[in-house]
Nanobody, 116 residues
Framework: QVQLVESGGGLVQPGGSLRLSCAASGFTFSHYGMSWYRQPPGKERELVATITSDGGITSYADSVKGRFTISRDNAKNTVYLEMNTLKREDSAVYYC?????????WGQGTQVTVSS
C-alpha cells in the first residue's frame, strides 16, 4: 500500500538546523511532484516547499526562502527538506505530500520544535 514516512524531526535551538526525510513506497515516486507542508499549533496547514517530479523546479513559501531547501532522490524514493537558521515560528508538524493530476497522498507528519 501507499506509504509516506517522515523522519528527522525533533527539538532544535533557534538558529539550528534539521534535515527532514520522507520515504515513499507503494506508488511510482518519480511520477509525482512532492511537497512539504507544515501545521503550527492552532493554525491551518500551509505549503512550505514543492519540487517537480524530475527535481528540476522548486518553489518555496516566502517565510522559508533562503533558509530551507527541498530536494529528492528518485533512486531512493525519498524527498528531503534541509532546514537552516531555524526560528521559533518554524515550530510545527511537518507533512510530506505526493501529488499528481488525479491523486494526492499524505504522510503522518513529524514534529519540529524550535526552542531554547
Amino acid at each position: 500500500q501507499v506509504q509516506l514516512v517522515e523522519s528527522g524531526g525533533g527539538l532544535v535551538q533557534p538558529g539550528g538546523s534539521l534535515r527532514l526525510s520522507c520515504a515513499a513506497s507503494g506508488f511510482t515516486f518519480s511520477h509525482y511532484g512532492m511537497s512539504w507542508y507544515r501545521q503550527p499549533p492552532g493554525k491551518e496547514r500551509e505549503l512550505v516547499a514543492t519540487i517537480t517530479s524530475d527535481g528540476g523546479i522548486t518553489s518555496y513559501a516566502d517565510s522559508v526562502k533562503g533558509r530551507f531547501t527541498i530536494s529528492r532522490d528518485n533512486a531512493k524514493n525519498t524527498v528531503y527538506l534541509e532546514m537552516n537558521t531555524l526560528k521559533r515560528e518554524d515550530s510545527a508538524v511537518y507533512y510530506c505530500n505526493a501529488a499528481t493530476w488525479n491523486q494526492i497522498y499524505w504522510g503522518q507528519g513529524t514534529q519540529v520544535t524550535v526552542s531554547s
